[in-house]
């Protein structure tokens, strides 16, 4: 959060920006949770439906991050409204797909791509 803090006094979008940035907090701190058990050593390993779980939360966090990143980058003035992070080469086909998608929205509610 440090590194937009300049951004949030700055703009009157700031309850939407923290709301977004306190849900990606989230996001990830769900897959954090979902790994302490075998981090931990209280879990030998995942069964296969756990691990599809956590491919899948993490699938999406990771595509929400690349997201909101590029959406506060742009909204901070730093690159163009175009500008889009060399992150995205490492998204899966659909997530790259549903950004494009969501890039094409010009009024969107979040900046996330999953909410």
Avoid: C
């Amino acid at each position: 959060m440090a590194r937009w803090a300049a951004l949030l006094t700055g703009t009157d979008k700031s309850a939407a920006i923290l709301e977004d940035i306190a849900l990606q907090s989230e996001q990830l701190t769900q897959v954090q949770v979902r790994l302490l058990p075998v981090a931990r050593g209280r879990v030998r390993e995942f069964q296969p439906g756990e691990i599809d779980e956590l491919g899948e939360l993490w699938r999406r966090a990771f595509a929400n991050s690349i997201a909101l990143d590029e959406a506060l980058t742009q909204l901070s003035g730093k690159r163009g409204p175009d500008w889009i992070t060399d992150g995205r080469n490492l998204l899966e086909a659909m997530d790259l797909e549903a950004l494009r998608t969501r890039d094409s929205v010009p009024e969107r509610r979040s900046m996330r791509l999953y909410t």
